[in-house]
């Protein structure tokens, strides 16, 4: 009960600030990532929810940033709801909480409220849908159809596609490689059409479109990003994407040391899944700058093919299993979590550690 109260919190907490950033009247990068639009230059990758967005908000005169606010209650609720009912169906233990609220899983949302609530949440919900509930033909050719469209949200959903094989398999034990490869060849194709056929995200009017419609954006958003200043980005701030990288590793040695010391039948399948979708999601890491996203989108995900690995319980209701509780687990992610924070604060600020400084100083003087 605790621990639900606990969850609910940061819930409530995550919703509370994010209609905070609702009500701006200056916005960034959260809100101009949902506001690609096809209405300036034409067909773009990641257009097709601004377009969707001004659509409504001529038909019904909502508001563009509430419009988004009212996306991200939608998705974080089905989010937490669907994440605890996916534990609710196997015999956990208070390993696998404690890996839950990790800094890169679910502690993530509260943390890193100033780049939190993009379209990952998407994917997410979309996983756990695929992992949930009996798999048949039709919840595979309507997850095929969703997952495919969904490229059209954003792309980068195509560098988890490993995950999606992994709950297959483990769902329902089979090697289906003639799905697998109709789920490769229809995401490569669309990913395809959107490098060759897709427009720049911003062909040059975008801000002023979406200003007559009501929102304006600081110098911090994506139809100001240039790919060629992130790069260089990364390589005047390497210790900082460093500990990025760092953080990863220690995430994903928790869930390898988890499963290896209470599931190691499986350990030798689960570590090799580990590289294999490592080395596909790592051209993200060169393509984009938000290596603390993807880091959180890449833990959020192994923790479903985990959550998938634990036995099924036949009681309904909450099921404990015989696992001892490693108190080290908790530990590391106490300190873990004060690491991370400080790391993003830092990144948040401009990558100033002055700024740092003069953050905590205002908060306690």
């Known amino acids: 009960m605790l621990y639900c109260s606990f969850l609910i919190v940061i819930f409530l907490y995550v919703i509370f600030k994010l209609y905070g950033k609702a009500t701006l009247s200056i916005h960034e990068w959260t809100l101009s990532d949902w506001l690609v639009n096809y209405e300036d230059g034409g067909?773009?990758?990641?257009?097709?929810?601004?377009?969707?967005?001004?659509?409504?908000?001529?038909?019904?005169?909502?508001?563009?940033?509430?419009?988004?606010?009212?996306?991200?209650?939608?998705?974080?609720?089905?989010?937490?709801?669907?994440?605890?009912?996916?534990?609710?169906?196997?015999?956990?233990?208070?390993?696998?909480?404690?890996?839950?609220?990790?800094?890169?899983?679910?502690?993530?949302?509260p943390v890193n409220l100033s780049y939190s609530g993009k379209r990952e949440m998407i994917l997410f919900v979309l996983a756990v849908f695929f992992a949930l509930g009996k798999m048949t033909v039709l919840k595979e050719r309507i997850f095929l159809i969703l997952f495919c469209l969904s490229l059209f949200i954003h792309e980068m959903f195509y560098f988890f596609l490993p995950?999606?094989?992994?709950?297959?398999?483990l769902k329902t034990g089979?090697?289906?490689?003639s799905l697998w490869m109709l789920f490769f060849g229809l995401s490569t194709i669309i990913?395809?059409?959107?490098?060759?056929?897709?427009?720049?995200?911003?062909?040059?009017?975008?801000?002023?479109i979406i200003k007559n419609r009501g929102v304006v954006f600081s110098d911090n958003n994506i139809f100001l990003y240039k790919f060629s200043d992130g790069f260089g980005l990364i390589k005047q701030e390497v210790i900082s994407y460093l500990l990025f990288i760092l953080e990863l590793a220690l995430e994903v040695s928790m869930f390898l040391y988890y499963v290896f010391i209470f599931y190691r039948s499986k350990f030798n399948t689960f570590a090799k899944f580990v590289v294999v979708s490592l080395i596909w999601v790592a051209p993200l890491y060169?393509?984009?700058i938000d290596w603390y996203r993807w880091d959180h989108i890449y833990s959020m995900l192994l923790l479903i093919i985990v959550i998938a690995i634990l036995p099924d319980k036949e009681s309904f209701g909450i099921s404990f299993n015989q696992n001892a509780f490693l108190k080290s687990f908790l530990f590391i992610n106490i300190i873990f979590f004060i690491f991370f924070f400080i790391h993003i604060q830092y990144d948040g600020r401009g990558l100033s550690l002055q700024k740092v400084k003069e953050y905590y100083f205002s908060k306690f003087f």
């Open 43 to 109: 067909f773009k990758r990641r257009g097709i929810t601004g377009s969707m967005y001004f659509a409504i908000q001529d038909k019904f005169r909502i508001s563009l940033p509430i419009q988004v606010y009212m996306t991200q209650i939608i998705f974080y609720t089905l989010i937490f709801y669907a994440y605890f009912r996916l534990l609710l169906k196997k015999k956990m233990d208070w390993n696998i909480l404690v890996l839950l609220c990790s800094p890169l899983c679910f502690m993530y949302f």
């Open 163 to 169: 995950f999606f094989i992994a709950i297959h398999v």
């Open 174 to 177: 089979e090697k289906k490689y």
């Open 191 to 208: 990913m395809g059409v959107l490098f060759f056929f897709g427009t720049e995200i911003n062909s040059g009017k975008s801000l002023e």
């Open 286 to 288: 060169v393509l984009g």
